[in-house]
């Protein structure tokens, strides 16, 4: 049951306010004044607030100013007879959630009223999964829509296909899938379906009998068999070798695994998610991923939007980021100006989430004062001349120019680059590019140079 806290000079308002909301189910307290609706919000914080904006001579503005102070403040409805553009402006600007005019029409208030309680607790929920696990998702329309979505197929045994860009956060939406879960307290263990070779993933999620193949000196029970009643995230899905989509759509329909080498099948109860930076339905147009797999994978999608499409969010989770990482550093005064944030939210962040945590560890790690201003973010996020964020370079086409030639070239100097930063490690190397595993070696070996670790 919702609480919600109505404000009103007006004896009339608040009774009918009262008896309507109460027919709805939700539980009602009434102040008459701006004193008695701050003395309520500090007994106990509502998930709503409802007040007029003229309360005798003060302004409903000092009610929405005290209920967004709160450390976990509930939504705000302004309703008032004066709706001028000027105060409406001015009661979004103070941060309510919505306003509206009387006379107002009950239904279309009601469907307000239920749109601002499930925002909150949509914030409510996201802060619990951040206290617990360390995930924070976002507040952005976008997101609550993913967490939405999260919260509805999480009790469920269902099959989840999660997409999005690299870097939009599609592992930790699989995270709160699991956390949300009545398999929270079981493993969680994420699959990188790109990284293997064939024979070595289907022995890895499969499991193995001792004598399968060379260097089998005993038999191995799978990840899926192995993770219990947990769940298992198979990472990059659109990266798995034809015939491994063969066994993988099989034991995702009969809920059984043949280990590598026998002729037995054991049963599993993990719960299998799965994730993808690819269009799948163009990868099996394009002959690369089974049609019968992705109607398998298709029935649940959460598409996770990336961070550009969402900018709203960038300002929390610059701060979450920098929480952690002051924590780490053991500098708890690090903090961002105003227009770093502010720069931070212009920049279209092509790496997404990731790479925005990456920056923000870039900047505190290297500033020398606890407050991060724009000058401590790289030339990249700030637009300094020369960067790829300044204007482009004059265009000259030689005679003998070759476009092929000079992008592989690019290619080259990009893949040499990202080594070089990740001291040889190739998976983090693939990270930096945005590249799966598998499509980084392709290109290494595409330029002649060295595919595995030395």
């Known amino acids: 049951m919702s609480e919600v806290l109505v404000v009103d000079d007006e004896p009339s308002i608040l ?8 027919k709805h189910g939700h539980q009602v307290r009434t102040a008459p004044s701006v004193e008695a609706a701050t003395k309520a919000l500090t007994a106990s914080v509502p998930d709503l607030v409802i007040t007029d904006f003229r309360i005798g001579k003060q302004s409903g503005l000092d009610v929405v100013k005290a209920a967004r102070a709160l450390s976990m403040p509930p939504e705000v409805i302004v309703v008032t007879a004066y709706g001028t553009p000027a105060s409406a402006v001015e009661a979004m600007r103070q941060g309510a959630y919505d306003y509206v005019t009387k006379p107002f029409d009950n239904d279309e208030l009601m469907l307000l009223v239920e749109r601002a309680i499930e925002k909150r607790s949509l914030r409510v929920e996201n802060r619990r999964l951040r206290a617990t696990s360390g995930i924070f998702m976002g507040q952005s329309p976008a997101m609550q829509e993913v967490w939405s979505l999260v919260q509805k197929v999480a009790p469920t045994r269902a099959t989840v296909l999660i997409s999005g860009e690299s870097g939009t956060g599609k ?4 995270r709160a899938i699991h956390q949300q879960s009545p398999r929270a307290s ?16 289907e022995s890895e999620l499969f499991g193995h009998v001792k004598g399968a193949f060379t260097g089998a000196s005993s038999d191995r029970q799978g990840i899926l068999a192995a993770a219990g009643e ?7 899905v659109g990266e798995l070798p034809l015939g491994t989509q063969v066994k993988l759509l099989r034991v995702l329909q009969e809920r059984k695994v043949k280990p590598v080498g026998s002729s037995r099948e054991v049963p599993f109860e993990a719960r299998i998610l799965a994730a993808t ?8 147009k394009a002959g690369r991923f089974r049609e019968d797999l992705w109607f398998r994978l298709n029935v649940i999608v959460i598409e996770v939007p990336p961070l550009r499409r969402r900018r709203e969010d960038t300002p929390a989770l610059a701060e979450f980021f920098l929480g952690r990482v002051a924590n780490e550093l053991g500098r708890p005064g690090l903090h961002f100006t105003p227009e770093a944030i502010a720069v931070l939210q212009d920049y279209a962040f092509p790496g997404n989430v990731r790479q925005m945590q990456n ?15 724009v000058s401590s973010l790289p030339p990249m996020v700030r637009g300094a001349p020369g960067e790829p964020e ?14 092929e030639l000079h992008l592989d070239t690019l290619e080259r100097n990009y893949l040499h680059e990202a080594l070089r930063r990740a001291g040889g490690a190739k ?11 598998r499509s980084f070696r392709y290109r290494l070996a595409k330029h002649g140079m060295p595919t595995e670790d030395v």
């Open 171 to 174: 592992e930790v939406v699989a």
């Open 15 to 22: 009774e009918f306010l009262e008896v309507l909301l109460s």
């Open 390 to 403: 300044a204007a482009s370079p004059e265009v000259t086409l030689a005679p003998g120019f070759s476009l």
């Open 277 to 284: 930076n690819r269009k799948l339905e163009d990868e099996v």
């Open 186 to 201: 079981q493993p969680f263990v994420p699959v990188n379906c790109g990284a293997l070779a064939e024979g070595v993933l």
């Open 427 to 437: 998976t983090k190397a693939a990270k930096m590019l945005g590249l799966s595993f």
């Open 359 to 373: 920056v923000i560890e870039r900047a505190a790690t290297l500033s020398d004062f606890d407050e991060l201003d």
């Open 230 to 236: 947990g769940t298992v995230l198979l990472d990059e």
